[in-house]
């Protein structure tokens, strides 16, 4: 499949999900839903069910439900005015909100036991056992910019396989055989034996001192990877777990990415953002990697997609729920003109954003 449609597919699925779970959650409290759209205005087609229309808009940034109501319509519509969404108790108003990200964190989390449940890559590290994991192997797990392996040209999962110097040879079946060979040869030069996407390489590394305060390092660390496919409870239990372990990294991502905006590096913020072009890439590279592969960068995509929302800033979820909090407190209703204009400004911001990584990617490109 065509790397672009995949993406859409996936696009397609997320914005559904989201916008479903607000869909649901106003249907099941009575609200009148007007409308659940994919993509922005211009429309392209739509079609009518009930009181709801189901529209298929231009602009695949996302999508919106619009629920009669939350924009201030009641206060020149008197039909239905019990069924507004400004109209319903505070609770009701923000589960409503929160349907949608919450949407997302599931879909996660059964994508996540999917992957489990079909057979997927893992680290030994990462919640199993040796015993659990098959066709086991040494991989790279990080590279030390400018150290000698960095030099050398080692990548990130590229396979160890063996390692010499002299008239030694070593097996690498173990995370630490590299390390204590390499403890062993300091002043020697070491060959090393690896595989990349197939093919068999071999580069001659000098370990150095000063990059760890003991010994001589070529700045390469290793860990064991392999197949693990786990039965439906194990695999939920462990899909679940990944996925309050990805969130809580995910907020980390975003309040690093903040603390950056707000510091000065805006140069290292930008670095972090990736935009649909850039997401393109990504889900290729996951594409050729299988369908395990697809739907675990799907489930984090996803999990992004969550976090960001529930963000309290205007124009996303979380920021609409602070709206709902502060009428809590104050006791009385804020301007829909107000809430309307700082919204408005607040998607224009996010969208010259994303036109602005969108510049970013495919400068990249070239």
Do not use: C
């Not at 400004?86 to 919450?102: E, M, S």
């Not at 996010?350 to 495919?362: A, C, S, V």
């Amino acid at each position: 499949m065509p790397t672009i449609l995949t993406f859409f597919i996936i696009l397609l699925v997320l914005v559904i999900v989201h916008e479903f779970g607000h869909f649901i959650v106003a249907k099941f409290f009575k609200m009148r839903v007007d409308e659940f759209a994919f993509g922005f205005p211009p429309r392209l087609f739509s079609i009518k069910k009930g009181e709801t229309e189901y529209s298929f808009n231009a602009l695949p940034l996302g999508g919106y439900v619009k629920i009669f109501g939350e924009n201030g319509e009641d206060e020149v519509a008197a039909a239905d005015m019990h069924r507004a969404f400004n109209r319903q108790h505070k609770y009701k108003q923000i589960l409503v909100l929160l349907a949608g990200v919450t949407m997302n964190i599931l879909l996660a989390w059964l994508l996540l036991a999917a992957t489990y449940m079909m057979g997927t890559q893992a680290a030994e590290s990462d919640r199993f056992s040796g015993d659990m994991l098959t066709n086991k192997k040494v991989v790279v797990s990080d590279v030390l910019k400018g150290a000698p392996a960095d030099l050398a040209g080692f990548r990130q999962l590229d396979q160890l396989v063996s390692v010499y110097a002299g008239n030694e040879l070593v097996q690498i079946t173990q995370s630490d055989d590299l390390p204590n060979f390499i403890s062993a040869h300091q002043n020697e030069s070491i060959s090393i034996n690896f595989i990349r996407e197939g093919e068999t390489k071999t580069v001659t590394v000098e370990p150095l001192a000063g990059i760890a305060t003991d010994r001589k390092v070529i700045g390469l660390s290793s860990g064991v990877i392999g197949e693990v496919r786990l039965p439906f409870v194990d695999a939920l239990v462990v899909g679940a777990q990944n996925t309050i372990e990805y969130t809580k990294l995910t907020f980390v991502g975003f309040g690093d990415l903040f603390a950056k905006l707000f510091t000065g590096a805006g140069k290292e913020a930008a670095a972090l953002l990736t935009g649909p072009v850039g997401i393109v890439g990504l889900v290729g590279d996951a594409q050729s990697s299988g369908l395990t592969a697809l739907l675990g960068f799907t489930a984090l995509i996803s999990i992004n997609l969550a976090v960001l929302n529930i963000l309290p800033l205007p124009a996303l979820d979380g920021g609409r729920i602070v709206f709902v909090l502060i009428e809590a407190v104050i006791r009385r209703p804020l301007s829909f003109k107000f809430q309307n204009i700082v919204n408005g400004v607040s998607f224009l911001l996010l969208l010259g954003l994303m036109l602005f990584i969108t510049y970013k990617d495919i400068i990249k490109l070239f």
